[in-house]
C-alpha cells in the first residue's frame, strides 16, 4: 500500500470515508473526492494530523469538466494514479412505477456515468504505465435487483457489466479490474433511506473499507460482503424464481396495503 497513489470517490461520509481512512492508515496518498468540501477538508485535516498523506478535491462526479479537474489534481500533486475506488452513489428508493425521471437522471447519472466517465479520464494514464487497478463498488442489489431499490439495482447491474468488460479490454494490458458488493451496511444510505428490513444484520462501513484494501492487496474479480450474500446472489441466478417468490411474501408482510403502488390507469 506504502505510497500508492488513491482516489476514493465518495469519500466525504460512509464507506468511502472508511476506505479513504485505512488506506490513508496504511501508508497510501489518498485522493478524496465527493461535493462536501467541508466533509473533505476535515477529512484531509485529520488525515495529516496523523502524518497521512490526503489530497482534498471537492467534485461532483456528474459534473465532467469537475472529474478533469480531480484527474488534473491528481497527477499535478501526486504524479501519478494507481488505484482508482469508485465508490460514491446515491441510493434513494426508485420502484419504477414511482420514480420520477429527475431521479432516474440522478441514479444514472452518479451510480453509472460519474464512475463510466471518471475511469476513461484515469485510463490513459494507468495504460501507458501498463499498471494501476480499477475498483467499482456495486451492490448485492446488482445481482439481486429489489424492489423498492429497483432502479438502483439497474446502475448497479450495469457497473458489473462494466467491470466485467474493461476486465478483458484492459486486464490484457497491465490495468486491473475489481468489484465490491456490498449487502447492507450501516451508512446514512441505509440508515436514512430505510430500506433494510430490521432483522437484517447491517455492519458497519469499516469491514468493506477492509474488503477493498484487501483487493488492493491482492486482487480479486469480485468480493461479495458480508460474505452470507453469496448463497443468495447464486440462488438469485439459478432459481430466480423462487426468490421472486421469497421477496413477494416478504414484501406483501412488510407493507401496508396503502403502500402499494398504484395500477397504470387503463386510459
Ligand atoms: N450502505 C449500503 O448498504 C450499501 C450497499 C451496497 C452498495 N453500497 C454502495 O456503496 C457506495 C457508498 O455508499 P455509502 O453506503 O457509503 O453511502 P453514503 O454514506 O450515503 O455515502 C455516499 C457518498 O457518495 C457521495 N456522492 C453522492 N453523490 C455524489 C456526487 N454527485 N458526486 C460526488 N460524490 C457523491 C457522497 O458525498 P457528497 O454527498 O458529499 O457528494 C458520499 O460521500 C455507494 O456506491 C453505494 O451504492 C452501499
Redesign the pocket.
Same mark, same amino acid.
Given at each position: 500500500m506504502k505510497d500508492l497513489v488513491i482516489i476514493v470517490?465518495?469519500?466525504? +461520509?460512509?464507506?468511502?470515508a472508511a476506505t479513504a481512512r485505512l488506506l490513508a492508515g496504511q501508508g497510501a496518498k489518498v485522493v478524496l473526492?465527493? +461535493?462536501?468540501a467541508e466533509?473533505l477538508f476535515g477529512l484531509e485535516a485529520d488525515l495529516s494530523r496523523q502524518g497521512q498523506m490526503a489530497l482534498a478535491v471537492p467534485? *461532483?462526479?456528474?459534473d465532467p469538466y469537475q472529474l478533469d479537474r480531480l484527474v488534473e489534481r491528481t497527477l499535478e500533486v501526486f504524479g501519478r494514479v494507481d488505484v482508482l475506488v469508485n %465508490?460514491?452513489?446515491?441510493?434513494d428508493p426508485s420502484e419504477v412505477a414511482r420514480t420520477s425521471d429527475e431521479l432516474v437522471d440522478r441514479l444514472f447519472g452518479? %451510480?453509472l456515468l460519474?464512475p463510466i466517465r471518471l475511469t476513461r479520464r484515469v485510463l490513459p494514464h494507468m495504460l501507458e504505465r501498463r499498471s494501476g487497478h480499477i475498483i467499482f463498488?456495486s451492490?448485492?442489489a446488482g445481482h439481486i435487483p429489489i424492489p423498492p431499490l429497483t432502479v438502483y439495482s439497474v446502475t448497479k447491474a450495469g457497473l458489473l457489466a462494466l467491470a466485467e468488460g474493461l476486465r478483458r479490454e484492459v486486464g490484457p494490458l497491465g490495468v486491473r479490474v475489481s468489484v465490491v458488493s456490498?449487502?447492507?451496511?450501516r451508512? *446514512?444510505?441505509?440508515e436514512q433511506g430505510g430500506v433494510a428490513p430490521g432483522w437484517i444484520p447491517t455492519p458497519g462501513?469499516e469491514l468493506v473499507a477492509s474488503a477493498i484494501a484487501s483487493l488492493i492487496r491482492h486482487p480479486r474479480r469480485e468480493v461479495v460482503i458480508p460474505r452470507y450474500y453469496w448463497p443468495l446472489v447464486v440462488l438469485n441466478t439459478l432459481a430466480p424464481g423462487l426468490v421472486d417468490f421469497g421477496l413477494r411474501l416478504f414484501w406483501s408482510r412488510r407493507r401496508a396495503p396503502a403502500g402499494r403502488a398504484p395500477r397504470p390507469s387503463a386510459d
Open positions: 470517490t465518495g469519500a466525504s +461520509r460512509g464507506i468511502g473526492a465527493a +461535493r462536501s466533509a467534485t *461532483d462526479i456528474t %465508490n460514491a452513489g446515491v441510493g452518479t %451510480n460519474g463498488v451492490s448485492v456490498p449487502g447492507f451496511i451508512t *446514512d444510505m441505509v462501513p
